[in-house]
């Protein structure tokens, strides 16, 4: 009995901490969908700025994620936000007001 009571308290833990992320509280700035916003999304981002990425396969981009500032479109700022929040400058993105 005791060992079913840690199982279910386990899994209620488990669906407690996931559940923000399948929610998609705030997914922005992942767009490997690796679940971290690491120095691989920022530079994925400048080079999609440069022209030199693509986010057509959303299977493995999220070009939604990219728009960090949420006005419509990826630009440097966004890259440039991502790079300061990997860089420890800032702590949350803000939002662009449009
Ligand atoms: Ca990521
Ligand atoms: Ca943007």
Do not use: H, W
Not at 6 to 35: C, E, H, K, Q
Not at 62 to 82: E, H
């Amino acid at each position: 009995m005791k060992k079913i009571i840690s199982v279910i308290l386990a899994v209620m833990l488990f669906a407690v901490l996931t559940v923000p992320t399948f929610a998609g509280a705030d997914y922005r700035g992942d767009i490997d969908y690796d679940n971290s916003i690491s120095m691989a999304d920022s530079l994925l981002c400048f080079r999609y700025v440069a022209g030199k990425q693509s986010f057509d396969d959303t299977s493995l981009y999220d070009p939604k994620a990219a728009d960090v500032n949420k006005d419509g479109s990826i630009g440097l700022d966004d890259a440039m936000l991502i790079f300061k929040y990997v860089a420890g400058k800032i702590t949350e993105f803000p939002v662009k007001e449009v």
